[in-house]
């Protein structure tokens, strides 16, 4: 069993940034494509972005490109999303997820095995 601890998350004003970090508990980290989704108050939870098990092909969803950046550093078993320029529809839990190690659709929240507890972002205009 993998177990996925968020941390990282807090209050901060529109433009400015936070960064996520996602740990594993597994010394098997390297072998799981890793994503991270979204749930704000009244939505179904999002995709947001996602890395393929050695870094190599990353994904993200429209509305976070040019200002989210996902990346993982296998050797520490954890996952980071670096958040600029955040906006207060950014607001969100944010959760990280782990699966595969090869994943079809990164995007398909129904592909990962492994979820982490959520780590609230919110983001004031």
């Known amino acids: 069993q993998v177990q996925l601890v968020e941390s990282g998350g807090g209050l901060v004003q529109a433009g400015g940034s936070l960064r996520l970090s996602c740990a594993a508990s597994?010394?098997?980290?390297?072998?799981?494509?890793m994503g991270w989704f979204r749930q704000a108050p009244g939505k179904e939870r999002e995709f947001v972005a996602a890395?393929?098990?050695?870094?190599?092909?990353?994904y993200y969803a429209d509305s976070v490109k040019g200002r989210f950046t996902i990346s993982r550093d296998n050797a520490k078993n954890t996952m980071y999303l670096q958040m600029n320029s955040l906006k207060p529809e950014d607001t969100a839990v944010y959760y990280c997820?782990?699966?595969?190690?090869?994943?079809?659709?990164?995007?398909?929240?129904?592909?990962?095995?492994?979820w982490g507890q959520g780590t609230q972002v919110t983001v004031s205009s």
């Open positions: 997820a782990g699966g595969g190690p090869y994943i079809e659709n990164m995007r398909n929240e129904n592909e990962y095995d492994y």
């Open positions: 597994t010394r098997t980290f390297s072998r799981y494509a």
């Open positions: 890395i393929s098990w050695s870094g190599g092909s990353t």
